[in-house]
């Protein structure tokens, strides 16, 4: 549990960084999202979701 929560807080910060150093191409990339149809926003996040599974088999492998 301890992994998982010092996963959660290190994607947390690099999110709040990157919103913090560009928050006006963030703002675009909110906007392209939303005008994005469902399936596609859903594909997208289960490879992105994939991949990181795969990383994580990597690394703890």
Known sequence: MTEFLAA???AIVLEGLL???FPTQMKRAIELVLGSPDN????IGLCAAGLGLMLLLLVRG
């Open 8 to 10: 959660l807080g290190l």
């Open 19 to 21: 919103y913090a150093a």
């Open 40 to 43: 596609q926003i859903r594909v």
